[in-house]
């Protein structure tokens, strides 16, 4: 679950960390008021979950109340990469003597925690990784004993901060793993972490990403999503149960477990195809569950095909093919199929869907073959006769 800008930061104060005063506020009188609270010079920021905010003109910086009124009205409704401006953070502008760079996140391939920092903020870190990989500090942290300060300040010093906030900037790192691990993130990124003309080292923007299956610990944190700009299918899903992520292709991908589904947008990939979503229908589906993940699907009008990959183990073949001849009563799909089953009660899900005779579906006997038959049905060939 991602959060928003004002939303991180206020988790990053709920840890220690330094940020500016604010206020988030959706409306234009409510942002002249905060304007006038928090005391002027201020930043009206666009509270959206892309980046490219200040290039598409949603960070403004308001000397009075007239352009304090002026920006609020131009960036509430504001429309950046699809993303539409319902809040805006209204904080004090902050004097900045230097930009770094700091961030906390799970390195998969060491399985380990990694502390990264560079004195190259305020710009696309990855740019810096790839053009002077050496000014861009990596740390592995031993998960058991935690980041001590000690630590922090060998980061802080070997990425080259300033003498004289080096303790500040390590008092920083230190927190910000301290909202990692307390507060299930998958990440928490500052960029810029800035060091003002006073000296004082605080968190100017944020970017955090929590662990949404741990969210059960954190009850705090389960009204922090950006729902209103969530996307629909995205959030139906989520209402019901079903773990489904919107992707940019046509062709609508269905499996029971994580694993499967990801080894299926792979080979779907290989074959030429693009897939529309992740979806995992979990195991142990019934019929009632495949029916409602068929109208997930095809809620998506870019699907132009749909592949269904089942693997039967916990989850019974028979029970998706019953699912599946439901929800073609009900919902009458208008694209193609391919269905493939194996594993428990695949003969009897196989004998179901020949018996049902469903319009435009079609068998398949391999995961490989299933690929290529979706992608070509997808591009509006033919791939033979029907299940």
């Not at 194996?342 to 579906?361: I, K, Q, S």
Request: aromatic share 4%.
């Amino acid at each position: 679950m991602d959060l928003l800008e004002y939303q991180g930061k206020q988790l990053f104060a709920r840890h220690g960390l330094r940020v500016s005063s604010g206020k988030p506020v959706t409306t234009v009188d409510d942002a002249v008021a905060a304007a006038d609270e928090v005391g002027y010079p201020v930043v009206v920021k666009a509270q959206v979950l892309i980046g490219g905010r200040g290039k598409a003109g949603g960070v403004k910086l308001a000397a009075n109340e007239s352009e304090a009124r002026e920006h609020a009205s131009n960036i509430l409704g504001m429309d950046i990469k699809g993303h539409i401006v319902r809040t805006v953070w209204i904080e004090h502008a902050s004097d900045i003597a230097s930009e770094y760079y700091a961030s906390v996140l799970l390195d998969r391939s060491a399985k380990q925690p990694l502390v990264m920092f560079s004195t190259e903020g305020g710009v696309d870190i990855e740019e810096v990784a790839e053009k002077t990989p050496e000014k861009l500090i990596r740390h592995h942290v031993d998960a058991l004993t935690g980041l001590s300060h000690g630590e922090a300040v060998e980061i802080a010093t070997k990425g080259g901060a300033d003498s004289d906030v080096i303790d500040g900037v390590a008092d920083a790192l230190v927190a910000l793993y301290e909202v990692w691990l307390q507060e299930d993130a998958t990440l928490a990124e500052i960029n810029p972490l800035i060091v003002t003309p006073d000296r004082e080292v605080k968190a100017l923007d944020s970017k955090v990403s929590l662990d949404g299956n741990a969210l059960y610990r954190h009850p705090e944190n389960q009204g922090l999503s950006d729902s209103e700009n969530e996307d629909p299918i995205e959030r139906r899903a989520k209402e019901e149960g079903v773990q489904y992520v919107k992707l940019d292709g046509d062709i609508g991908i269905l499996g029971n477990g994580a694993g499967l589904v990801m080894s299926t947008l792979d080979v779907v990939a290989q074959a030429g195809g693009s897939p529309a979503n992740f979806l995992d229908a979990g195991g142990g589906s019934n019929a009632e569950k495949i029916k409602q993940a068929v109208d997930l699907l095809l809620a998506n009008d870019a699907v132009k095909a749909v592949l269904f990959n089942i693997f039967g183990g916990i989850t019974r073949c028979d029970e998706v093919a019953t699912g599946l001849i439901a929800a073609f009563a009900e919902i009458k799909p208008s694209v193609p199929f391919v269905v493939r089953l194996d594993g428990t009660n695949d003969v009897e899900g196989r004998r179901l869907l020949a018996e049902a005779a469903l319009p435009n579906v079609h068998a398949a006997k391999t995961m490989n073959e299933a690929a290529e038959m979706v992608v070509a049905l997808a591009a509006g060939q033919s791939v033979g006769a029907a299940a």
